[in-house]
């Protein structure tokens, strides 16, 4: 039996987080909103408030000293900075 390959892959350290680049397919099916069974339709419908509640967990992982968990947020604050407002 062959298990199921995701299509989209999540990167599985820091380096590689740094580094994602989303696919052209991935960019197209979220400007599009084709699906929203991948991400949540709020993020698309109140994308400021989106980007400013990932800020604020941002900053309570900073307090708390979880810098490499701030990473991923990052990459998603970038992600919707730069393909959605």
Do not use: C
């Amino acid at each position: 039996m062959k298990l199921p390959i995701n299509k989209y892959r999540m990167p599985v350290n820091v380096e590689d987080w740094v580094n994602l680049q989303f696919s052209t397919e991935f960019l197209e099916k979220v400007r599009t909103m084709e699906d929203y069974s991948f991400m949540s339709v709020f993020i698309f419908e109140k994308p400021e408030l989106t980007y400013e509640y990932a800020n604020q967990v941002v900053s309570i992982f900073e307090q708390v000293g979880l810098y490499s968990h701030i990473v991923v947020f990052l990459i998603f604050m970038k992600f919707i900075a730069k393909e959605i407002l």
